[in-house]
């Protein structure tokens, strides 16, 4: 059977409709780039689930690897199933260059067709609320992922020092409170100009991405 080739806005196609079907009710930003030499899809979205649970999603529709032990790239092709998920069907790998990627085959599945994707790459990005303004929903924002990784609900501001067995999550606690003040602060000087409120802008997402890359 001759392999299809899908471009990389067809890809895109078919990992909006796998993130839809994985995690109904979330919102995903899908977007392709095609450049001199590849092609890529970039995911982003705003909270719910973790990167490496979209990755596994997103992830199947990658038609290459890179082994950065020997600098080389290797390519796959795929088996795409009846339901619009997909398996490799085949990748040389990179062991046989002295790398560490193994090579891949697979028979084919019961139904499946045998693709090339267009996107080299699919990169997933988690983030948090654009409003930096609104320095309430960035602690909760934060608050409530730290809650999670805890086993703990998240009941607001209010939570007790008790609910929780991690100093960690003590620390990183004080500091968003401490960021969230600092939001509010900065945020309604309404006296500087615009250049400075920008640089502020940019300070105070570097310090939440330093805060919460940790916990994505």
Same mark, same amino acid.
């Given at each position: ?145 730290? /809650?999670? #990784?805890?086993?703990?609900?998240? !009941?607001?501001?209010?939570? @007790?020092? =008790? +609910? ?16 969230? /003040?600092? #939001?509010?602060?900065?945020?309604? !000087?309404?006296?500087?100009? @615009?250049? =400075? +409120? ?19």
């Amino acid at each position: 059977m001759e392999t299809k080739y899908l471009s990389c806005a067809e890809t895109a196609k078919l990992v909006r409709a796998a993130l839809k079907k994985n995690f109904p009710g979330v919102k995903f930003s899908v977007r392709s780039s095609v450049y001199s030499g590849g092609a890529s899809i970039d995911v982003s979205w705003v909270l719910g689930p973790t990167t490496k649970e979209v990755n596994a999603v997103a992830g199947q529709y990658e038609s290459a690897d890179f082994d950065g032990s020997i600098d080389m790239e290797t390519r796959y092709d795929h088996w795409l199933l009846p339901d619009g998920s997909a398996i490799v069907k085949h990748g040389p790998g990179t062991e046989g260059s002295m790398g560490y990627i193994p090579a891949v085959a697979n028979p084919m599945p019961s139904g499946a067709i045998p693709v090339s994707f267009g996107a080299h790459y699919v990169q997933c990005q988690r983030r948090y609320a654009d409003q930096w303004e609104d320095e309430t929903t960035l602690i909760n924002q934060v608050a409530a992922d730290m /809650c999670k #990784l805890q086993g703990v609900a998240w !009941n607001g501001p209010n939570l @007790k020092k =008790k +609910q929780c067995n991690h100093y960690r999550y003590h620390k990183c606690y004080v500091s968003i409170i401490v960021l969230g /003040c600092s #939001l509010k602060e900065e945020g309604n !000087n309404k006296n500087e100009n @615009k250049d =400075k +409120q920008t640089t502020k802008k940019k300070r105070i997402n570097m310090s939440v991405h330093r805060l919460t890359s940790s916990f994505k």
